[in-house]
């Protein structure tokens, strides 16, 4: 089911109502909320719930700060759990920090929460948080000591974590915390204070120097001289002792304690005292079972609860052969904590003490309850003194070999005198041989001359044969000297076969060229006969043409002469008539101004006409 | 209704949300018989009874059967010497009807959770949500028992915004409740 986002407006308005009533009484705001949204009572009523929720929130931190005339100022939230949340405050009166543990409005019983903190108060060990105080009124709440360390570099006080949280970092540091919760739950036990609920989450470890405290008594039984007390309900039906009680973490009960407790233990009994250090031990067993495991020892599973396995009697998951960071577990380790975690109370550790010194066993190097051996006492004596071990293995090793020594001398000196015996027994013997040796001498003498005549004649075969094979070896030489020449004129000769083809193919083809080139040159002498003939013919042609040119040359100088006479006739004649003009003119002029009137009118005379040869000689 | 009669309804069903919603690291008789109660109610007995009349349901009788069984059940499994007479007290009808309401509480608060993990918010709540599936994985973290700073470093975020979506996610739980109550 998806809502549709509300109209901007409403959502503005629903922060505005939020922000600004927080901050009034309660008792304002049903009016506020109707006046803010007259027309939407049911939005007004969600709003109003939510403030109601809002301010829920807060209260226990409001708790703190009225609590005890505002002595503690609270700080960060450390932890929460069902009943309670842990805070980080500040003792103004004491000038210190603190942690402070606030109950729930209706939580635990006021009695229950004095139980709590006298339990708590009853154990002085450095392994066991410090209760300083508890408030026992309206708002209750536990001061106890802040488990925190101040920063090496800047000195500021750092709170720490629980085992839970801040995981050891290797095997050892795990062994370490359990051993130190051990022994604070030891001297929890003498002072009868028995924690039944201890877990990763209730050990709380320093931030630097990394040590380990017990918290949280909220489960304990415990007894003052009085009748025993246990922080529960329960109590109050407690002198009922064949009724049971369940209590613990689910997935760190001894079985026995899932399938519940009797309401009424007493810690001066010894057979409840038993049973509630036997349930404590399984407890040690299931923080290092988590610790070195990473998990708890009653794994939570579908269907079943993890405290129904506890009571049903099933054993833990095996318990691995690695850590959670990868090392290998020690089986000696892994002993100690299936001892710790058994099924039944009376295979456990008698006390944490006893489970605390295993542990220290473990982590010095030094035998356990499980270590009976010689072996494993020697093995681990060796780890614990290193040096020891190595001068020791020196010494055993040279009084070894000095041993060796002495046992070779006495061999060697057996050796040297069966020698003796035996280098006599041959001196005899090297006589008689001399004897047979000088026969063998001469023996040997005669055959050597017979051996060197035999040499000499055999010097003489291998001359012979030295001679035969000079003989072999220069014929075989010459052999294939003659074939290597057979083989190079047999190459020289298909290399002229080949270049005579070659000269055969160039001769046919400069024939050819040849008897191309004749015919061209026949045709050649053909055209220049022709051209020879056409030369003599243009020739005579060029001569005709010069004679017709020197005729014409002279017929116009003719011509121009006449020419020049022509032009000198046209000169004169033009001359001429511009005389008889100006005559003509004169005499008109001459008639004109002797007539002198309009009557007497000359005839215009036709000066062209009158000269028909001068106007045609012009053009 | 009067104001401040919502306004006690209201105070109830907050603080009964709110205990709800807290982790229970160690556990009581209570809580353990609070378990086998809740697992009574899985097994849809509870549903069956519902549909019979107040005077046949004979509620006190059915639950503390089923716890006796299985108290059986695991006491048979183990050593014969260990067994005794002894047994644990069975609260009263008034009581176990209680139980059966929170059971039914926390069944319903797991449920929500998870919708507002997967950025399903319920029509009917009409305060808006600043980041529903942040606040949604945020309180799943917180009713699996985280701490807040655990919360922070395993989400990356601040401390106070942790803290801050808690608060928003508990007061939209309380309202959705108050609604399904019929206060709201």
Redesign the interface.
Known sequence: ??????AAA??AA??VA?AELAERP?GEW?DALRARFPDDP??A??????L???R??AADRDALVLGDGARYEPG????????ASVWRAYDRKLRRNVAIKVF???APAIEEILAEARAACEVTSEHVVRVFDVHDGESPYIVMELVGEHAPGTGALEPGASAA?GRPRDLWEAVRWVRDVARGVHDAHLRNVFHR?L?P?NVLITPFSRRAKIA?F??AVFGTGRAARSR???VE?GT???????????GYMA??Q???L?LALDPRDPADRATLVAVDVWGLGAIAHDLLSGHPPWPCSDGV?A??LA????RPPPFPHRSPSGERLPARLAQIVDRALAA?PGDRYPSASALADELHAVLGCRPTSFDRSPAARLALWSRRNPQLTVTAVVAVALAGMTFAAYAAVLHLEGQRAALAGEVRAVESDKDRLAEQARAARRELDETEANLRAQAAALDTLRGSLREAETEFHAIVQAREQAVRSASLATQALATVSSDRDVAEKTRDLYESFWTRARKEATDAGRDRDAAARDRDAARAERDQASKERDAARAAIGRTEHERDAARAERDRNAEARHQAEAEVAKLLGELTAAVGSDSVRPAALPVEASDPTTRGAVH | MA?DQ??QQ??R???R???SM?????????D?LG?LVARWVQSGEWERLKQLPDDQRHLGESVRRFILD?FDQ??R???RE?LD?????LPDDQVLAEMIELAELRAWIARQVAELAAG????R????LAEPAEAGAILQLHLGGK????IAAARGVS?GLV?KR??EG??YL??LQ??ERG??
């Open positions: 089911m998806t809502r549709d986002p509300p409403i959502t629903i922060g939020l309660a049903p049911a939005l009523r969600q709003v109003l719930a939510w109601h929720a809002q829920a929130q960060v939230r450390l932890d929460a759990g069902a009943t729930d409005a209706g949280t609920d877990k989450h949280d909220g489960l529960s309900a329960d039906a009922d002792r064949a009724a049971l009680r369940i209590a613990g973490t689910p079985p026995e899932a399938r519940g009797g609860e405290w129904e009571a049903s009697g099933a039944r | 104001d919502i306004a209201l105070e069903i907050i603080r949300v709110k205990r807290n982790y229970r690291g160690s556990y009581s008789t209570r353990i378990s299985r695991l006491r499994r183990g050593k260990e007479d002894a047994a644990i007290a399903i918010v319920d029509a709540v009409r305060v808006p701490t807040q700073r655990e401390l803290n808690i608060a508990t007061s309380a309202v108050g609604i206060v709201l």
